[in-house]
């Protein structure tokens, strides 16, 4: 299990924190197909971190049991970049949300998330 904590903490900060996206290759099982697969995850990444070049995610809590990690987590940053064709506003953002992660053989298998990510436009929008 804290392996597992490890990668969690390795895909926080090489991945969303840094803007590592080649990280995903080794983190993410080759399989893995959600969200479009490796590919769909670093474009996803790379686009919300152009949006928000400061984005900083923090994990607030972490909860592993066998092959599973769950973890609540907050992610800020400035509004500098083009977000859903909204222009920059440089407003300040703060989504949260809990992730669920599989991990099998070192590697994330399947990973499902809930959060207050559809308050992002209002955010943006307010002066």
Known sequence: MEENR?????YIAEVWNAGSVDVLDEI????????GGI???????????TSFPDLHFETDDVV???????YRWTARGTHDGEYDG????GNKMM???IT???????????DRFESN???LPDQLKRS
């Open 28 to 35: 993410y099982d080759p399989n893995f197909t959600e969200f």
């Open 39 to 49: 590919p769909g995850v670093k474009e996803s990444v790379t686009e919300f971190r």
């Open 86 to 89: 909204i222009a920059p506003t």
């Open 95 to 97: 989504v949260s949300g």
């Open 6 to 10: 490890r990668l969690v903490q390795r």
């Open 100 to 110: 669920i992660l599989h991990i099998a053989n070192g590697r994330i298998v399947d």
């Open 64 to 70: 592993a049991e066998d092959d599973i990690i769950v």
């Open 117 to 119: 990510l559809h308050t």
